[in-house]
């Protein structure tokens, strides 16, 4: 089974500065996909960015990239310029792309993110 | 993004009584739904995964009997929770996506509170 471990529980960072969140994950398939998800105080589920684990390249999203490293089953999500409103649970997600379960999500524990004026 | 919406969005209930969450896509076919529950600040636990049409698959350790799914259309799931009790309250959400390759999008959840 996949799991997904964040082991940050709490990360803080001023405004307009960069903070790396840390995700690591565990899996014997090859082709799978990854996310970040935010959560903020309204607790609405927030897709934050997506990779497909055959891209080599990181996916960006404005002032959200990753830093992906298959072999290390790493995936790591930058926040650039962070921004007030960037304030929320952040959480790392595995999905399978195969079989009947092919849409679930593994999440991990998250990570609780402020950012300080 | 697609977009998922859930009701109610708050819920208070006395112990015993039942009580049922919706949950619809509003812009797309949600072939595949996802019930989960969360406590507060903890992670998303699975519940169970229903698809339309068919019977929804729970997970390990989740009554079936006491967590009621519906799947019955393509934008539309709903979870029953039955005699309900204290210990049920908690944040539900669900989320749905339209294929299994596509994202899942959440719900804006709903907070069942049990007296």
């Known amino acids: 089974a996949q799991t997904v471990t964040q082991s940050q529980p709490e990360m803080s960072v001023q405004e307009a500065e960069t903070v790396t969140l840390s995700c690591t994950y565990d899996t014997s398939e090859s082709d799978y996909y990854l996310f970040w998800y935010k959560q903020p105080p309204s607790r609405q589920m927030i897709l934050v960015i997506r990779q497909e684990a055959y891209k080599q390249q990181n996916a960006t999203e404005n002032r959200f990239s990753v830093n992906f490293q298959k072999a290390a089953k790493s995936f790591s999500l930058k926040i650039s310029d962070s921004q007030l409103g960037d304030a929320a649970m952040y959480f790392c997600a595995y999905r399978s792309p195969w079989g009947t379960s092919g849409s679930r999500l593994t999440f991990g524990e998250g990570t609780q993110l402020t950012v300080n004026p | 993004g697609a977009v998922v919406s859930q009701h109610p969005s708050r819920v208070i209930c006395k112990s015993g009584t039942s009580v049922k969450i919706e949950c619809r896509s509003l812009?797309?076919?949600?072939?595949?739904m996802f019930w989960y529950r969360q406590f507060p600040k903890q992670s998303l636990m699975l519940m169970a995964t229903s698809n339309e049409g068919s019977k929804a698959t729970y997970e390990q350790g989740v009554e079936k009997d006491k967590f009621l799914i519906n799947h019955a259309s393509l934008t539309l799931s709903t979870l029953t929770v039955t005699s309900a009790h204290p210990e049920d309250s908690s944040f539900y959400i669900c989320?749905?996506?339209?294929?299994?390759?596509?994202?899942?999008?959440f719900g804006p959840g709903t907070r069942l509170l049990v007296l």
């Open positions: 989320s749905a996506t339209s294929g299994v390759q596509e994202t899942q999008y």
């Open positions: 812009d797309f076919q949600a072939t595949t």
